[in-house]
């Protein structure tokens, strides 16, 4: 594709949101960073305090997981909005009823969108066929009923995957797109997409991909009502047997940086810096934050390090997410600190006191994300998860938030797990600490 397409999509949301991306040099020499690192004073204005504290729970769409119900996809148009629209609401009266007070939606579980985008086609959760209109949109909806509940909503977006395998079938599908307005990002930026961890992703070296991922975020948040916009923890994403060949970007774009790993680090930083300020130019009310992998680096690493032997997001995801913090760039960063008291490794404790002091000197707030998927289920390496049906380890890791000053508040990993066998003594426990 001609580079002048790579904006195609971006003039389309007018000169306000063209005018507020930051857009990323393309020059050989590595860009200088958009944001003065901190000497004693973060770089954005102090925060407003948050008077409640965060209970939030994830909403999963990638795969169905949460939520559209897998089997109102087979039904007739009709039926299947009303039984999508109708799982909501019910969830939502659930997620109330426990006193959750936020709902981080998943509108962006791959290169597919669950609103009505010009630049991302529909996501083929909603009627099984990517591109195809759901009949309603359900962004605007989950916003209507979260916000009639007087419950807030943060869009969650997966910056950079595309599919979640690689599939034949999968590619079809992807290259059906083409015939459609907008048509997947597989076909119109080839040259963007790698495969890693046997899904197909954005190339985050390169400097279009990032702009179009942050002329997709202005696009959200100048259109929709949201409280929030958040990125997960997958910003590299590779595994041993498929790891992200980005070799020849690095040539292109790499010189200067001692190190590849450096030169990723760089990439993500330079997408959170962009989305951060473009998100504050359209509307500084609606905060910004990342749910990144628990441990930054482990103490064996680096002696700014958690006492930990986990896997880090800066070493593997190439996310610097302490220096985010440092530099003021998030509201909140919410770290899935998804291990009990007594795992050595990585203790849920020695996690949350060591970001508490991470966020200390700064503005950005702390949530801490708890694993509920573990509830319940019997696990060799973390018995706890099923002694007195999980109460115990949850209520000593709500109590440390809760006595934390730093910690304003928990966000639950997530939603259905509420409604599962296994979650119902903690479920009954969180209704009676939180619940109205």
Same mark, same amino acid.
């Given at each position: ?50 008077n409640q504290e965060m209970r939030g729970v994830w909403l999963t769409t990638v795969s169905r997981l949460d939520w559209p119900p897998v089997a109102s996809v087979n039904s007739s148009p009709a ?96 290259? *059906?797109? =083409? $015939?459609? /307005?907008? !048509? ?11 495969? &890693? ?99 930054? *680096?482990? =103490? $064996?690493? /680096?002696? !700014? ?11 593997? &995801? ?119």
């Amino acid at each position: 594709m001609s580079h002048s397409l790579s904006f195609q999509t971006v003039s389309k949301l007018g000169a306000l949101v063209a005018g507020a991306l930051l857009l990323a040099s393309c020059s050989s020499e590595p860009p200088k960073s958009l944001v003065t690192p901190v000497a004693g004073k973060p770089s954005l204005p102090a925060r407003p305090q948050q008077n409640q504290e965060m209970r939030g729970v994830w909403l999963t769409t990638v795969s169905r997981l949460d939520w559209p119900p897998v089997a109102s996809v087979n039904s007739s148009p009709a039926l299947r909005i009303s039984q999508q629209q109708q799982a909501l609401r019910l969830k939502l009266d659930n997620l109330k009823s426990l006193g959750i007070n936020t709902v981080f939606f998943q509108v962006k579980p791959d290169g597919t969108a669950l609103w009505a985008s010009k630049i991302l086609p529909w996501s083929d959760m909603m009627t099984g066929k990517i591109g195809e209109d759901p009949g309603y949109d359900p962004l605007k909806f989950m916003l209507d009923e979260a916000h009639k509940r007087g419950m807030k909503v943060h869009a969650w977006f997966n910056p950079y995957r595309v599919s979640t395998n690689t599939k034949p079938s999968t590619v079809s599908e992807l290259n *059906r797109t =083409l $015939s459609l /307005d907008p !048509a997947s990002v597989f076909v119109l930026h080839r040259d963007w997409i790698r495969t &890693a961890s046997d899904r197909f992703v954005l190339d985050p070296g390169i400097p279009e991909a990032r702009d179009w991922i942050t002329s997709i975020v202005a696009e959200v948040v100048t259109n929709y009502p949201v409280d929030g916009v958040q990125f997960d923890d997958y910003f590299y994403a590779e595994s041993a047997g498929s790891a992200l060949n980005d070799s020849q970007t690095f040539i292109k774009y790499g010189k200067g940086y001692h190190s590849k790993a450096d030169w990723r680090r760089h990439n993500t930083q330079q997408l959170i810096e962009q989305v951060s300020r473009t998100i504050k130019q359209l509307k500084p009310g609606v905060e910004f934050g990342v749910s990144p992998a628990g441990v930054w *680096r482990n =103490l $064996s690493q /680096d002696s !700014a390090g958690s006492d930990t032997r986990g896997a880090a997001a800066y070493d593997e &995801a190439y996310a610097d997410t302490r220096q985010w913090v440092q530099q003021g760039l998030l509201d909140y960063i919410a770290p899935q600190v998804y291990w009990p008291f007594s795992r050595k490794a990585a203790r849920y404790d020695v996690l949350a006191k060591w970001w508490a002091d991470v966020v200390k000197p700064t503005h950005t707030r702390l949530y801490i994300g708890v694993a509920l998927y573990k509830v319940g289920e019997p696990s060799k390496m973390e018995p706890d998860w099923t002694v007195g049906g999980g109460v115990p380890e949850l209520k000593k890791q709500l109590d440390l938030n809760a006595s934390t000053p730093q910690i304003s508040g928990t966000i639950l990993f997530r939603e259905n797990y509420l409604n599962q066998p296994q979650t119902r003594d903690a479920v009954n426990y969180l209704r009676s600490r939180w619940g109205s």
